[in-house]
């Protein structure tokens, strides 16, 4: 079916960083369907032809395969239509509404790449020249809003023109490939089901861990921090795939109503747990890449006192039958020792050791997100040459056990040319398919689980300093250490 795609923001860092390249894949890949149009919307003075040079410079930027050739350019640019508009004048919109019936695509997907605070107003005017129809499906980015009011009143606003099958808010981490296979693996697989509850698992650690900075986004990320940048959404999303119930179909709306709940159970913070469980920090002067690099208040379009946390590491709990007791930590950062996501689901020990294992060795399974992307389950095994190495003393105090690994790597096993998260994402929208995006009343949730924090952090103290490349403040460590845990690159 014909599509048109309204990109608002379009010469923003978004379009260029992660929604053009992924379109432009989609091409190249065939999955775009025929015959559609993207339309670059922004207030720049552009003609179509200088909005593709534009877009093209940006590409013959891109190293190695992901550059497209001059001929598949050429394909691709003649796609990209631009509208130059303000975006609070209702002509502005009546013209776009123009562009639009010329063309009478069967889809519309208007896609807000834009500051957060804009969204009411956009889809408010997009109604009201008339172009909220049934055809119409609108992409909203996060964070949606900066706080639950916010939240739901941008909600409010949209469903006012909208139906809730319109509506397509993306976290992209849903769209990741190995996101989908935590789902394959949990709910495609009946081997994890009967142990994946807290008879068998003793805790679950989710880290998301950057090591660029703040990078040119300066003056957005001081207003949001790494708690409504990262945890509100991604890291939530996280938690929901680990810890949801199977749900009885795949459709948008099984698969929502049970992350719901995930949410709803997570413990409420009170003034006793926010001290003790939720640790925030900032990056001062450090090393990055084998270079010394400034700190957070020293990037561009930061406040030289700021206290946004560049750093957050949580423990909770899912409240639940199938979770009670079992700590869930959580924790994300810029500029940490390197570029790693990953959720690690460590289970209890033996209940009665007959064999002489390394210290803390319990089997684990850790569920890589990036740069890797696969599964690894550590296990025990005795070595071979046990017997001669350790002579016949050891014989009589049991075998030595040591760790080993069963390693399986999605990117060698699949290739690593899979499809990336925002091009499987902007299929699926441009499909009409929601399994991969998110409900207002799971946002409302997560927004309401975070409130505390947010209230908390803004009304006193700092965050704590940490140098950059390493794995944040001691206190985040401290904190999992209460448990007699231990973070996976401490053990
Ligand atoms: C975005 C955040 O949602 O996710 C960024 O706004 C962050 O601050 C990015 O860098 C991380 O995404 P990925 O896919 O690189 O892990």
């Not at 013209?95 to 957060?116: F, H, Q």
Request: hydrophobic content about 40%.
């Amino acid at each position: 079916m014909s599509f048109d795609l309204v990109l608002f923001g379009g010469t923003g860092d978004l379009a260029w960083r992660k929604l053009m390249p992924a379109l432009f894949q989609a091409f190249r890949h065939g999955s775009l369907p025929e015959g559609g149009r993207i339309i670059g919307v922004a207030r720049d003075d552009l003609s179509d032809d200088a909005y593709r040079e534009l877009i093209q410079s940006r590409f013959e930027a891109v190293e190695g395969a992901k550059r497209p050739t001059a001929e598949e350019f050429k394909e691709f640019a003649s796609l990209l239509h631009y509208l130059r508009m303000d975006l609070s004048k209702p002509e502005d919109y009546a013209r776009l509404a123009d562009l639009l019936k010329s063309r009478g695509a069967g889809t519309i997907v208007m896609y807000l790449a834009t500051a957060p605070a804009l969204f009411t107003q956009v889809v408010q005017q997009v109604a009201a020249a008339g172009l909220n129809g049934a055809q119409t499906r609108v992409v909203l980015e996060k964070p949606l809003g900066h706080d639950l009011a916010s939240n739901r009143q941008i909600n409010q606003a949209v469903r006012e023109v909208l139906a809730e099958h319109q509506i397509f808010r993306i976290d992209h981490y849903l769209g990741k490939p190995s996101v989908q296979n935590l789902f394959a693996m949990r709910f495609g697989n009946a081997l994890f089901e009967p142990i994946w509850r807290r008879e068998h698992i003793s805790n679950i650690q989710i880290t998301i861990a950057e090591d660029l900075g703040v990078e040119k986004r300066g003056a957005f990320y001081d207003k949001t921090g790494a708690l409504r940048d990262m945890v509100q959404n991604h890291a939530l999303q996280l938690v929901c795939a680990i810890g949801m119930e199977p749900p009885i179909n795949e459709h948008a709306d099984a698969i929502r109503d049970e992350k719901l709940k995930v949410l709803r159970s997570l413990k409420p913070w009170t003034s006793e747990t926010i001290p003790l469980h939720a640790i925030r920090g900032q990056y001062g002067a450090g090393t990055a890449y084998g270079k010394r690099v400034g700190g957070y208040r020293d990037e561009p379009g930061i406040d030289p006192e700021s206290r946004t946390e560049t750093f957050v590491a949580l423990r909770t709990e899912i409240a639940n039958w199938r979770w009670a007791g079992v700590p869930l930590y959580i924790r994300t950062g810029k500029r940490l020792a390197s570029r790693d996501a990953r959720i690690e689901v460590n289970f209890r020990p033996t209940p009665h050791a007959i064999f002489r294992s390394p210290p803390n060795a319990v089997n684990k399974l850790v569920i890589n997100l990036q740069p890797k992307d696969g599964l690894e389950l550590h296990m025990l095994a005795q070595a071979q040459n046990d017997r001669q190495r350790n002579g016949s003393s050891s014989r009589r105090l049991g075998p030595q056990l040591a760790p080993v690994q069963l390693d399986l790597d999605f990117d060698k096993r699949f290739g690593i040319e899979r499809v990336g998260a925002y091009e499987r994402l902007l299929l699926d929208v441009i499909d009409g398919r929601l399994n991969l995006f998110v409900r207002s009343d799971e946002q409302e949730e997560a927004w309401r689980w975070v409130e505390p924090l947010i209230d908390s952090w803004s009304a006193d103290g700092e965050p704590r300093s940490y140098a950059a490349g390493t794995w944040g403040p001691s206190a985040s460590s401290a904190m999992i250490a209460r448990d007699n845990n231990s973070w996976s690159e401490e053990q």
